[in-house]
């Protein structure tokens, strides 16, 4: 497992102050690295912060602002039409994936440059986001890549954690000329993979897990296969 040296604590933002922690991060990567959006207002909508369907963390380490994320539950899936969606995986039923599962939207993912190399970051982050998600009893995430891109997470997303890619469109909120791939995960494949990989993500994301969370898992694919 990465050191833990690192003073990192990962926040749900609730207020003002929070915001201006999470505007920080996205600042810095969103508007002054990557040009992807000017206005500021859009970077972290202050009406979001008190709505139920939205949730945004921010990761600190040494009370420093370095990471942020945001979950939006149960998104208009049907602004992804409106983005010229490409339905690229075959085998997949849209109407029936949207009408069977709970689904939330996972993006607005940022690490300021510094931190990038430090995986705890990303990890704390998606631990309390993971966390509150199955808490809620959503089932799927989806997100959106840009295709790439230098900092792209799309490797780590489908060769770790199991994101499958379903689509693609060309346009999106942000200003980037580059192909968006979207991606969906089942977090019950992600949660088998990953206890079968045996390795030290599954311990750090499933930290402070209840009983009811694990239970809500399911079982072991090989142990339905065996049934």
């Known amino acids: 497992m990465p050191s833990r040296k690192h003073d ?3 926040t749900r933002i609730t207020n003002e102050v929070g915001r201006q922690r999470a505007l920080h991060v996205m600042r810095s990567t969103y508007r002054d690295e990557k040009n992807w959006i000017q206005s500021d207002d859009r970077l972290v909508d202050l009406g979001e912060l008190q709505d139920p369907s939205v949730s945004w963390f921010v990761a600190e380490a040494h009370g420093e602002p370095v990471g942020v994320l945001r979950v939006l539950y149960e998104p208009p899936l049907e602004l992804y039409a409106e983005y010229g969606f490409k339905l690229i995986a075959r085998d997949l039923d849209l109407d029936a994936f949207i009408r069977d599962h709970r689904i939330a939207e996972i993006g607005r993912f940022a690490v300021v ?4 190399k430090n995986v705890l970051v ?9 966390a509150e998600t199955v808490s809620r009893g959503f089932t799927h995430y989806i997100t959106d890549v840009f295709e790439g891109e230098q900092h792209s997470p799309l490797e780590f997303h489908t ?3 199991g994101f499958q ?6 346009v999106g909120e942000l200003n980037c000329s580059n192909r968006r791939i979207t991606m969906v995960l089942d977090l019950k494949q992600c949660y088998w993979r990953l206890r079968a ?3 030290w993500l599954i311990r750090y994301l499933t930290d402070g897990w209840t009983e009811e969370m694990h239970r809500a898992m399911g079982n072991s694919p090989a142990t ?3 049934a």
Request: proline share 3%.
């Open 197 to 199: 990989s045996g390795g």
């Open 224 to 226: 339905v296969a065996a």
């Open 165 to 170: 890619v379903v689509a693609t469109h060309e």
């Open 159 to 161: 060769r770790v954690l």
């Open 113 to 116: 440059p510094a931190q990038r």
């Open 8 to 10: 990192l604590r990962v």
């Open 122 to 130: 990303s990890a704390a982050l998606m631990r309390d986001a993971v």
